[in-house]
C-alpha cells in the first residue's frame, strides 16, 4: 500500500519516480507487481529445468529394464521431489508469476494491493526451495514415498522429510498471502467501470483459484504438521499400533490434492480464455457460463477427493458417492471446451506461437480430461489405479494442460513485457517440438498402464521395454525442447528481435495493450475509465 | 465368451488406430501391451468391458469434437479471408451442451454401479486366504487349513544388475506362489505388517491396498486353470518394484491334493507323541519349560520357599512312582498354590518331568516319554 502515495507524489516527474536500488537490491528489495512477477516466472523456470533433470534422470534409468543408472533408494526420492517440486516450484508459482504481472494490467490497477506482502511471498519460496533440494543430500536422503508423503514411509523416514515438511510450510505460507494479495486487488482495484462481470476471464479463473488456495493450503499444512509429531513427538494420528489410522493421511491429504488439481489448471484456463478470443478476431463465447462454470469446477473439486483413493477399501456407498461426484466434474469442463472451440467458429483466425500453445492446450487438455474420465469409474481405475495409466493422465492434464497454457501466455504478453517481439520462427519450433515429444514420452504409458506396469517402479517386466523406450526418447526430445523456448525468451529480453508496438494482436482488447510496449515501471497511476 | 473376444479385439483394433493417429513410431507389439490383461475373473471382465465401453464414447466425442475444431481451423482462418462475426452468446447451445453431457454420463455410471455392487459383495466364499504385505514380501495364510507361507522374489540380482540375460518372468516370479482352486470363489483378506503396500492380481480385477493395522476384504473366481502374475501397486521402499503377487489356479483336485501336502507338512512339522526321547534331550527342553512355567513357585535351583512352596529339591514325590508326580502336574492340587498344567503339550510335561527328577541332587536317570504323559490325560 505504500507504495501508492508515493507513487501519486513523485508522479510529478516522469522519470524521478523510477529510481531504485541497482543490481541485486533491486530484486531482494522490490514492491512492484512486475518486477515480482518477472521474480517468480524465473524462479519457476529455473524449478522447471531441475524437476526436468530429475525427470529425465527417471526416463534414463526406465530405458532398459535392469538397474543402470540409479539405486532404487534414490530412484524414489527422484519421483517424489520431481513431483513435488513440478508442483509446488514450478507450476503454482508461474502461475502467481502471471498473476502479478497481468492481474494489475488487465483490470486497471496501478500494482498489487499489498506491495510489501507481495515481496515477501515471493522471496519465501527460494528458501523452500534450498530446503527441498539439500534434502536430498543430508543422511537418508529426501523424501522417497513419492510427492504424496503416506505414512507410514514417511514416518520412519530420515532428516530429509523434514526438510520437506518445513519446505511444504514455507510454500504454503506463500502461496496463502498470494492469495489473499490476489483477492483484495481483484475486489478492490478495478478501474471505475470494471464491475465483476466484465473482468477478463484470466481474473475471474484466479480471483476462484486464491479462494481454493485460501481454503485447502491450510489442511496440507495440518496434515504435514501431523505427520511431523507422529515423527518426533510420539503422537500417533496415522499409526495403527496407538489408535491412528494410515488412511486418515491420504483424506486428509487429498481434501487438499484435489482442489489443489484445479488450483493449477484454472490459471490455464484463464490464459487460454484471453489467447483465444485474440487470434480469432471474436469475443470469448459464453462469459457468465465459463464464470458459472469455474465455480462449479471449484465447488465440485472440494467432493471428489477420494476418487485418489479407489484401492483402499471404502464402503460401497463411498465408491458410487465419490464415482458418481467425478463424473459430474464433466459437465462443466465441457462447456468450458465447448465454449472455446464456438469462440474460435465462424471467427478470423490466424496461427501465431501464442494460438499454437492454446489450440495445443485445448487438444491434448481434453484427452487428459477422457482418460480422468476413465479414471473416475471405479471398477476401471481398480485396474489403472497406481499404474503409469495414471501418470499419463495427470501429465496430459499438468504438461499439456497447464505448462502449454502457459508456454502460450509467454509468448501472448512478452512483446509487452519487455518490448520486443518474439521470433516467430522459434516459437513455432518451440511448440512442434514440444507438441510431438510430448506424445512420444506419454502417449505410450497408457498402453504401459493398462498392460500393468506400476508407477514408482525403478525397474520393470521384460514385456513393457519397448513402450519404455519409446517414451525415454520423447521425454528426452521434450526436454531439450525446452531450451528453445530458453533462446526465444532471452532473445526478447536482450531486445534482440523486432520493437514490439503498443498493440501487437490485430485482435487484442483488454486494457495491457494500450499502455506502451516494454510496459512503463509503474503504470494506471491514474485508473482508465471502463465503459 | 464369443462377445468378450469380439470386444477385445475391437478394442485392439482401436488403440492401434488411436496410436497410428497420434503418430507413434511403428514399433511391433505383442497386443497384450496395448490394453488390459486378458480378464479371468468375471469381475475383470466386466472391468475390462467398461473400460471398452467408455473409451468408444471418449472416442466418437474426440471425433465430434475435434472436427467441430478442425473444420473451424481450415474454413475460418484469416488466410482464406473469413471475416469474423460477433457474437458471443447462444442460450439453447448452452444449454444442450450442458444437459447432453449429463446423458451420457448417466450411461456410463449405470453399468458401473452394477459392477462395483458386484465387486464388493464378499459373501458366500468358499475359501478365505489372509493376505499380508512386508518390506518386501508377501504372506499367504490358509486360515481354514492351519497352514501359511512367505512369497518372495526368485529373480536373481545378476539379473537386476544385468550381469546375466533376463529370464522368461523377470521381476514376476516368487519361490511360493498363492494357490487356489479353479471355479472357487476365494476371499482375501488384505493387511500389512509395516508399511502400505496393495495386493494387484490384474487378470483377477482385483487390488486392494494393504493397511497396517486394518483388514480388508476382496475376492475372485477364477475360471481358467493357469499361472497369474502382479505386484505390490503401493509404492512401499526401496524393493516396491521387487515384491510381484503370483497366484496358481488349480483344477480342483490338483488343489485339493496341493492342501494336504501342505496340511502334512505342517503335521510333521509338529511334535508326534509317539516318538521316544532320550533323557538328556528332555531334560534340556525341561530346563526351559520349568524356568517359564514353575521356577517362580519352586525356585530355579528346586529348594522352593520354606513354608510356602515345596522343595523338589529331594522331594518325596518326585523321587517317588512317576504316575503321582504326572497326575500331579496334570491336575494341580486342590486348596495349594499348586495349579493344573494340562495345557502344556505332551511332549513339554514330559519334559518338564524328566528335569525335575535328574536336577539338582535327584538323579533318577528316568526319562518320561510323551506317550505316558498321553496315557494319563483323561
Known amino acids: 500500500m505504500s507504495s501508492i502515495p508515493h507513487d501519486h507524489v513523485a508522479g510529478h516527474g516522469h522519470d524521478a519516480h523510477d529510481h531504485r536500488p541497482s543490481g541485486i537490491m533491486r530484486w531482494v528489495t522490490t514492491t512492484n507487481h512486475k518486477d515480482i512477477g518477472t521474480l517468480y516466472l524465473w524462479f519457476s523456470f529455473t524449478m522447471f529445468l531441475v524437476g526436468g533433470v530429475m525427470a529425465l534422470t527417471i526416463r534414463a534409468e526406465l530405458f532398459q529394464p535392469g538397474l543402470q ?22 507450476i503454482m508459482p508461474a502461475a502467481v508469476g502471471f498473476a502479478n504481472w497481468m492481474i494489475p494490467l488487465l483490470i486497471g490497477a496501478p500494482d498489487m494491493a499489498f506491495a510489501r506482502m507481495n515481496n515477501w511471498s515471493f522471496w519465501l519460496l ?23 508423503m503416506y505414512p507410514p514411509l514417511t514416518i520412519e523416514a530420515g532428516m530429509g522429510m523434514d526438510l520437506v515438511i518445513f ?57 504435514v504438521t501431523m505427520l511431523l509429531t507422529d515423527r518426533h513427538f510420539g503422537t500417533s494420528f496415522f499409526n495403527a499400533a496407538g489408535g491412528g489410522d494410515p488412511v486418515l493421511f491420504q483424506h486428509i491429504f487429498w481434501f487438499f490434492g484435489h482442489p489443489e488439481v484445479y ?63 467425478t463424473m459430474l466434474i464433466a ?73 502449454f497454457a502457459f508456454f502460450g501466455g509467454v509468448y501472448h504478453w512478452i512483446p509487452k513485457w519487455t518490448g520486443t517481439m518474439y521470433s516467430e520462427k522459434i516459437g513455432q519450433w518451440h511448440f512442434w517440438l514440444s507438441l510431438v515429444f510430448f506424445n512420444v514420452a506419454f502417449f505410450p504409458q497408457h498402453f504401459l498402464g493398462l498392460a500393468g506396469m506400476p508407477r514408482r517402479i525403478p525397474d520393470y517386466a521384460t514385456q513393457f521395454t519397448d513402450w519404455n523406450m519409446v517414451s525415454s526418447i520423447g521425454a528426452f526430445g521434450f526436454g531439450l525442447s525446452q531450451l528453445v523456448f530458453l533462446w526465444a525468451v532471452i532473445k526478447c529480453v536482450r531486445g534482440d528481435g523486432e520493437k514490439a508496438p503498443a498493440k501487437p494482436w490485430e485482435g487484442a482488447t483488454t486494457l495491457e495493450w494500450t499502455l506502451p510496449s516494454p510496459v512503463p515501471y509503474h503504470t494506471f497511476e491514474t485508473p482508465p475509465v471502463v465503459k | 465368451m464369443e462377445r468378450t473376444s469380439k470386444g477385445i479385439r475391437g478394442q485392439r483394433l482401436a ?22 490383461q486378458t480378464p479371468v475373473t468375471e469381475i475383470a471382465r466386466q472391468q475390462y468391458e467398461l473400460h471398452t465401453f467408455i473409451f468408444w464414447i471418449c472416442v466418437i466425442i474426440f471425433v465430434g469434437v475435434f472436427g467441430v475444431m478442425f473444420y473451424s481451423l481450415f474454413k475460418h482462418r484469416k488466410s482464406v479471408g473469413h471475416q469474423a462475426e460477433q457474437f458471443h452468446e447462444n442460450t439453447v447451445v448452452e444449454i444442450v451442451w450442458t444437459v447432453v453431457p449429463f446423458l451420457i454420463l448417466f450411461f456410463m455410471a449405470y453399468p458401473a454401479t452394477k459392477t462395483i455392487l458386484a465387486m464388493k459383495d464378499t459373501t458366500a466364499s468358499e475359501l478365505t486366504i489372509k493376505v499380508t504385505g512386508y518390506q518386501w514380501k508377501w504372506n499367504y495364510d490358509y486360515l481354514q487349513d492351519g497352514f501359511g507361507y512367505y512369497s518372495n522374489l526368485t529373480t536373481p540380482l545378476a539379473q537386476i544388475e544385468n550381469r546375466e540375460p533376463k529370464g522368461e518372468h ?18 482375501v483378506l488384505i493387511t500389512a505388517g509395516d508399511v502400505l503396500h496393495a495386493w494387484w492380481v490384474p487378470a483377477f480385477g482385483v487390488k486392494q491396498d494393504a493397511i497396517p493395522g486394518f483388514v480388508r476384504d476382496s475376492w475372485f473366481r477364477a475360471e481358467k486353470v493357469g499361472t497369474f502374475r502382479g505386484q505390490c501397486a503401493e509404492l512401499c521402499g526401496k524393493e516396491h518394484g521387487f515384491m510381484p503377487v503370483v497366484v496358481e489356479v488349480k483344477s480342483k483336485e490338483d488343489y485339493a491334493k496341493w492342501a494336504a501336502e501342505q496340511k502334512a507338512k505342517v503335521a510333521s512339522a509338529a511334535e508326534d507323541p509317539s516318538k521316544v526321547w532320550d533323557e538328556k534331550a528332555l531334560a534340556e527342553r525341561g530346563e526351559k519349560v520349568f524356568a517359564a512355567n514353575c521356577a517362580a513357585c519352586h525356585q530355579a535351583t528346586g529348594k522352593g520357599v520354606p513354608g510356602a512352596f515345596p522343595a523338589l529339591d529331594g522331594s518325596k514325590l518326585v523321587l517317588g512312582p512317576t504316575a503321582a508326580q504326572i497326575a500331579l502336574v496334570l491336575n494341580g492340587k486342590a486348596g495349594t498354590a499348586m495349579a493344573s498344567f494340562k495345557q502344556l503339550s505332551n511332549t513339554d510335561l514330559a519334559s518338564v518331568i524328566t528335569y525335575t527328577r535328574n536336577a539338582w541332587s535327584n538323579k533318577t536317570g528316568q526319562a518320561i516319554q510323551p506317550a505316558e504323559i498321553q496315557a494319563a490325560r483323561k
Open chain 2, 170 to 187: 523377470y521381476l514376476l516370479e516368487v519361490d511360493n506362489p498363492m494357490v487356489v482352486p479353479v471355479d472357487t470363489k476365494v476371499r
Open chain 1, 263 to 325: 488450483i493449477i489448471i484454472l490459471p490455464a484456463f484463464g490464459i487460454i480464455s484471453e489467447i483465444l478470443p485474440v487470434y480469432s478476431r471474436k469475443p470469448l463465447f459464453g462469459y457468465a457460463s465459463m464464470v458459472y462454470a469455474v465455480a462449479g469446477i471449484a465447488i465440485l473439486s472440494f467432493i471428489v477427493w477420494a476418487h485418489h483413493m479407489f484401492t483402499v477399501g471404502m464402503p460401497t456407498a463411498g465408491l458410487l458417492f465419490y464415482m458418481y461426484a
Open chain 1, 167 to 223: 519446505a511444504v510450510h514455507i510454500m504454503g505460507a506463500s502461496s496463502i498471502m498470494g492469495s489473499i494479495n490476489i483477492i483484495t486487488t481483484i475486489l478492490n482495484l478495478r478501474a471505475p467501470g470494471m464491475t465483476l462481470m466484465k473482468m477478463p476471464l484470466f481474473c475471474w479463473t484466479w480471483l476462484i483459484t486464491a479462494y481454493l488456495l485460501i481454503a485447502v493450503m491450510p489442511v496440507l499444512a495440518g496434515a
Open chain 1, 126 to 148: 527460494p528458501p523452500a526451495a534450498i530446503l527441498l533440494i539439500t534434502s536430498l543430500f543430508v543422511p537418508g536422503g529426501s523424501v522417497s514415498a513419492g510427492w504424496t
Open chain 1, 331 to 403: 459437465v462443466p469442463t465441457g462447456v468450458k471446451v465447448f465454449n472455446w472451440l464456438a469462440t474460435m467458429w465462424k471467427g478470423s483466425i490466424t496461427f501465431e506461437t501464442p494460438m499454437l500453445f492454446a489450440l495445443g492446450f485445448l487438444f491434448l487438455f481434453t484427452m487428459g480430461g477422457f482418460t480422468g474420465l476413465v479414471c473416475a469409474i471405479m471398477p476401471v481405475d481398480i485396474q489403472i489405479h497406481d499404474t503409469y495409466y495414471v501418470v499419463a493422465h495427470f501429465h496430459y492434464v499438468m504438461v499439456a494442460g497447464s505448462l
Open chain 2, 15 to 36: 488403440a492401434a488406430t488411436f496410436a497410428a493417429l497420434s503418430g507413434l513410431p511403428g514399433v511391433a507389439l505383442a497386443a497384450r501391451e496395448w490394453n488390459l
Open chain 1, 69 to 90: 543408472v540409479v539405486h532404487p533408494e534414490f530412484f524414489n526420492q527422484l519421483t517424489s521431489l520431481h513431483g513435488l517440486i513440478m508442483v509446488f516450484g514450478a
